[in-house]
């Protein structure tokens, strides 16, 4: 059992807002989107005719990203975020698609989010840190862009998650000794919760039913936003648990954490 296998969906539809997307992590996003499935469908929705969307023209045939042209009739009214919610609708009603990636920090593509669940679907949010927490929640997974910002421009984990964490917490453990810890307060809470609900009578817990459902509680949680490539390497580097190794049958080896005592 691989504690890191996310959830693999076969055919997916990619939807980006290039008003609030970059045309920079194009690359990276796309890498990332297929580690969940197949992009069958790749549009992307703007104002081609404005040039503040110039940098994403070069990367549409690269990439067979389809553009959808949507003028702006009315000052004010985001007539793009319509656009794309009436594909997603009907691309959701063909029933051909297992899961939908929304490229966006707009929190207006909450409903949509959770409209697409209520079929039986998966999300994937894909943002920056400034996306509103409802629009993050409504997705089952969701992903900070500027994680793929970071990573393209250092081969350190470690050293692209440190402007990251700044962004999404600036609370920090107070250790034993003294010194803070280099993890948030409330990422170290969660996985004490979360271990107390997957653990068994004897207390030691799988690592793969703990990330599911730390994904379930939060859908925002990447190892990579701590710094670390998996699960396994966050969970041992917050030096909360025990952890041990067990085989099942040739060479499948999964590891079991147990909370150490206080």
């Known amino acids: 059992m ?16 290039a008003d609030n997307a970059s045309a920079r992590l ?13 992009a069958h469908v790749k549009r992307i929705y703007g104002d081609w005719t404005n040039q503040s969307l110039n940098a994403w023209k070069s990367k549409l045939h690269k990439f067979a990203i389809q553009p959808i042209q ?14 794309l919610i009436i594909d997603a609708m009907d691309l959701l009603y063909t029933k051909n698609f297992d899961a939908f990636c929304i490229v966006s920090s707009d929190s ?21 840190s400034k996306t509103p927490e409802a629009f993050v929640s409504a997705c089952d997974k969701f992903i900070y862009t500027e994680l793929f910002e970071q990573i ?3 081969e350190s984990y470690h050293e692209a998650a440190n402007s ?12 034993s000794i003294g010194q ?14 979360v271990y107390e609900d997957v653990s068994g009578d004897d207390g030691w817990a799988y690592l793969g039913p703990l990330g599911s459902q730390i994904q379930k509680l939060s859908p925002s949680f990447d190892s990579r936003n701590y710094g670390y490539k998996k699960l396994g390497e966050l969970v041992q580097a917050t030096n ?14 999964e590891p079991l954490i147990k909370l150490k005592p206080e």
């Open 152 to 154: 393209e421009n250092t």
């Open 108 to 128: 207006d593509f909450t409903r949509l989010a959770s409209r697409i669940r209520e079929s039986g679907l998966v999300v994937y949010g894909f943002g920056e």
């Open 2 to 17: 691989n504690s890191e296998k996310q959830v693999k969906s076969d055919r997916v539809a990619v939807l980006i807002d």
């Open 70 to 83: 949507q003028f702006r009739y009315t000052t004010g009214k985001n007539s793009t975020d319509s656009a």
């Open 164 to 175: 990251l964490k700044k962004e999404l917490s600036t609370q920090f453990k107070e250790s």
């Open 180 to 193: 803070k810890s280099s993890f948030p307060e409330e990422l170290l809470t969660l996985l004490k919760d």
């Open 240 to 253: 909360l648990f025990d952890i041990k190794m067990i085989q099942h049958g040739r060479g499948v080896v």
């Open 26 to 38: 194009v690359e990276p996003l796309l890498k990332e989107i297929a580690r969940y499935g197949s």
